[in-house]
């Protein structure tokens, strides 16, 4: 049983990595890359609610924010996209740094209700801006270059941009697996104790907080070039809620559950606007209605549950059945859950 356990990690990364590099040819490639951002967005935002209990809604900002900056970058500078994409992480990395500061003092519902604050400060500066950020109609025509190689096809820019995306989800799976990750965890199950035991836990929130803001940024960013543009869309709130939905359809805490989520309501909206349904957003919403109460854990979560119980590792519903990663229990953070 050890040993089919020890065998399953690296079976399940090659194959994501096996999907991730063979997804452009099952898929049409602006839809592959779009999973591809999404996913890591959906990871990034789970560093901060799995594991760390931390709900934020003000993510867009990031997001949206690293997508004009990098934009920028690209448009005035003439740069490589990789840099542009770095720069994009870097902007919102500085951008999470006062926010971040003034929202870890908060537990539960405020949090999530300051970090939606700030995003819309956000959304309000990016619109009334024009002169640099287009207001509404966003930056367009945004250069995709690579030291002179011609990137114009989303196919090729897949590729180009796989590398990143693949270093974002590696830090993710870093900073969940080192000692930092366990201090998260613990931070999450019960702060009070992590501060008896001498841990700042502000200032690990607020490290948390940046992380997961840089690699959000590095998506977002990723996400303008691969398109060519950076819409106000980008910024705004329901972008926030659309990562939370992705992280809990697939199942908070997992990681892996963030990258099945994406990919499951992106290819649904693209499925939907295809085939010209105008209520995407109904069907969209009743899905996930039914999954969050078939699945308790979401989809990845309930399904390593089962498959824990079916190997008798653990049974769902004991203590600890829900293991994350690193080997803490994963609760459900929320609203009511004190962090």
């Known amino acids: 049983m050890i040993l089919s356990r020890l065998a399953r990690r690296p079976l399940l990364l ?39 209990g931390l709900l934020s809604f003000g993510h867009a900002a990031f997001w949206g924010g690293s997508a004009y900056a990098a934009a920028l970058i690209a448009v005035h500078s003439g740069l490589p996209f990789p840099v542009a994409a770095l720069g994009g992480a870097v902007f919102a990395a500085v951008l999470a740094l006062p926010i971040g500061y003034l929202s870890v003092r908060l537990r539960g519902i405020y949090f999530a209700m300051v970090t939606l604050a700030f995003a819309q400060m956000v959304y309000f500066v990016v619109n009334q801006w024009r002169d640099l950020t287009g ?50 965890v613990s931070i999450r199950d019960n702060p009070a104790r992590a501060q008896a035991l001498g841990y700042p836990v502000e200032r690990y929130k607020l490290l948390a907080f940046v992380l997961s803001a840089a690699l959000s940024g590095l998506a977002g960013g990723l996400f303008a070039l691969g398109h060519g543009f950076a819409s106000l869309e980008s910024v705004y709130w329901t972008t926030s809620g659309q990562a939370v939905m992705m992280v809990v359809l697939g199942g908070i805490g997992t ?26 957003g ?10 969050v109460l078939v699945f308790r854990r979401g989809i990845w979560g309930t399904a390593r549950d089962l498959l824990a119980a079916r190997t008798g590792r653990r049974r769902p519903g004991e203590p600890g059945s829900g293991d994350t990663q690193d080997g803490a229990p994963a609760r459900t953070p929320g609203v009511g859950t004190p962090v």
């Open 255 to 280: 990681l892996w559950g963030g990258v099945i989520g994406a990919g499951l309501v992106v290819e649904l909206n693209d499925y939907l606007v295809t085939v010209g349904f105008d209520g995407i």
């Open 135 to 184: 207001g509404e109609n966003g930056l367009q025509g945004v250069p995709r270059e690579l030291f002179g190689l011609d990137l114009s096809d989303s196919f090729v820019f897949y590729y180009a941009a796989l590398p990143l995306l693949l270093a974002g989800f590696v830090a993710v799976w870093r900073v969940v697996r080192s000692p930092f990750g366990r201090v998260l």
């Open 282 to 291: 109904i069907v969209t919403g009743t899905i996930f209605v039914i999954i």
């Open 14 to 52: 090659a194959a994501g990595l096996v999907l991730a590099l063979a997804l452009p040819w099952m898929i049409y490639p602006p839809v592959a890359l779009d999973m591809a951002c999404w996913a890591l967005f959906a990871a990034a935002l789970d560093l901060l609610l799995g594991f760390t």
